[in-house]
């Protein structure tokens, strides 16, 4: 009988994956310009990251409500009231040193692994929200520059979208240009699942 519950519990430990819980959640405002030219026209989205050391998820919840069926914003039409499409549907999922994209395309969900980016250390530092932080500098596989402030008062290798890796969370991010810029609006503690 111990022969079996052993091989039960083996059977279940590699079989069924685990699902970690997250020590942490980070809501993000993403502003986007798509013309440059024209400042006036901002997209504003908003996203929350859901990580621990090791793990983490980057997406709207206004996106998974809707792709779980149970989204309260609904738009009236002839037929009836239908789920509203989310602002922002893409989601980040990152386990160790990978960072995965998934973007749905029609009714299929395309996923790649992105590239892992390499930070330069300016010598500007700033509080933000209560946290000291550094600038740091990246250039991305598109050749686009990027600048992050991150604190390591917070020694979680994580931050919004594709942009992790430092030695602590990054709190805000912006291109060259500052036509997409993200800022971290709040951060609490948090024992949801990351999936």
């Not at 986007?32 to 859901?50: E, F, P």
């Given at each position: 009988m111990?022969?079996?519950?052993?091989?039960?519990?083996?059977?279940?430990?590699?079989?069924?994956?685990?699902?970690?819980?997250?020590?942490?959640?980070?809501?993000?405002?993403?502003?986007?310009?798509?013309?440059?030219l024209?400042?006036?026209?901002?997209?504003?989205?908003?996203?929350?990251?859901?990580?621990?050391?090791?793990?983490?998820?980057?997406?709207?919840?206004?996106?998974?409500a809707?792709?779980?069926?149970?989204?309260?914003?609904?738009?009236?039409?002839?037929?009836?009231?239908i789920?509203?499409?989310?602002?922002?549907?893409?989601?980040?999922?990152?386990?160790?040193?990978?960072?995965?994209?998934?973007?749905?395309?029609?009714?299929?969900?395309?996923?790649?692994?992105?590239?892992?980016?390499?930070?330069?250390?300016?010598?500007?530092?700033?509080?933000?929200?209560?946290?000291?932080?550094?600038?740091?500098?990246?250039?991305?596989?598109?050749?686009?520059?990027?600048?992050?402030?991150?604190?390591?008062?917070?020694?979680?290798?994580?931050?919004?979208?594709?942009?992790?890796?430092?030695?602590?969370?990054?709190?805000?991010?912006?291109?060259?240009?500052?036509?997409?810029?993200?800022?971290?609006?709040?951060?609490?503690?948090?024992?949801?699942?990351?999936?």
């Amino acid at each position: 009988m111990k022969i079996v519950s052993a091989w039960f519990f083996i059977f279940i430990m590699l079989f069924i994956p685990a699902q970690n819980k997250a020590i942490m959640e980070v809501n993000y405002e993403i502003k986007m310009i798509s013309d440059s030219l024209n400042r006036d026209k901002v997209n504003i989205y908003a996203s929350t990251l859901l990580c621990n050391n090791v793990e983490s998820v980057y997406s709207s919840r206004e996106a998974q409500a809707f792709y779980k069926g149970n989204s309260k914003e609904t738009i009236a039409t002839s037929a009836g009231a239908i789920p509203k499409y989310p602002k922002s549907v893409g989601s980040v999922y990152k386990t160790k040193e990978n960072v995965l994209v998934s973007l749905p395309v029609g009714k299929y969900i395309f996923t790649y692994e992105e590239p892992k980016l390499k930070w330069e250390i300016l010598n500007e530092a700033k509080d933000i929200k209560g946290f000291k932080t550094r600038l740091v500098k990246t250039t991305t596989d598109t050749g686009d520059t990027y600048f992050a402030w991150f604190t390591n008062d917070i020694t979680i290798p994580d931050g919004p979208f594709r942009f992790k890796g430092l030695s602590g969370l990054i709190l805000e991010v912006y291109n060259k240009n500052k036509t997409i810029e993200i800022y971290a609006t709040d951060i609490k503690k948090s024992a949801e699942l990351i999936e």
